[in-house]
């Protein structure tokens, strides 16, 4: 009862985050936004380390996430994902090494980025 009220009042905090992300601080709301994502989705991630912010530019993709480590308590399928100019390469605990082009998105922000994890994790 009290996880579930717990994970409500976070959620709504997340998604609220997100909504006024320009007002709260950037690490803060994408840190919120992020957990809520895993929330929702029904998959924690851990540990999740964001080393720097991400920045948009219309045609070229500046993430400087330079190593995100994932571990799925659920799935465990990823050992790394690593961003470089445009690019998402995620790695499978099997050594397969999927190349991901980002540069057709228009914007990208944490939520499309954990959707194409997922989304190649399973």
């Given at each position: ?6 994970s ?8 609220v985050?997100?909504?006024i992300y ?8 994408l ?6 994502v895993?929330?929702l989705?029904?998959?924690?991630l ?7 912010y991400?920045?948009?530019?219309k045609n070229l993709?500046l993430?400087?996430?330079e190593?995100?480590?994932?571990s799925f308590?659920?799935y465990?399928?990823i ?16 050594g397969?090494?999927i190349?991901l082009?980002m540069s ?6 944490t939520g499309i980025?954990l959707?194409?994890i997922l989304q190649h994790?399973l």
């Amino acid at each position: 009862m009290i996880s579930t009220l717990l994970s409500v009042i976070l959620i709504f905090y997340s998604l609220v985050s997100l909504f006024i992300y320009p007002i709260l601080s950037d690490t803060i709301s994408l840190l919120l936004g992020v957990l809520g994502v895993m929330i929702l989705s029904g998959i924690y991630l851990f540990p999740l380390f964001l080393s720097n912010y991400v920045w948009w530019n219309k045609n070229l993709i500046l993430i400087k996430l330079e190593v995100i480590e994932i571990s799925f308590l659920k799935y465990k399928k990823i050992k790394s994902v690593h961003m470089d100019l445009g690019k998402l390469a995620i790695i499978k605990k099997s050594g397969e090494k999927i190349e991901l082009d980002m540069s057709e998105y228009d914007e990208v922000d944490t939520g499309i980025l954990l959707t194409l994890i997922l989304q190649h994790s399973l």
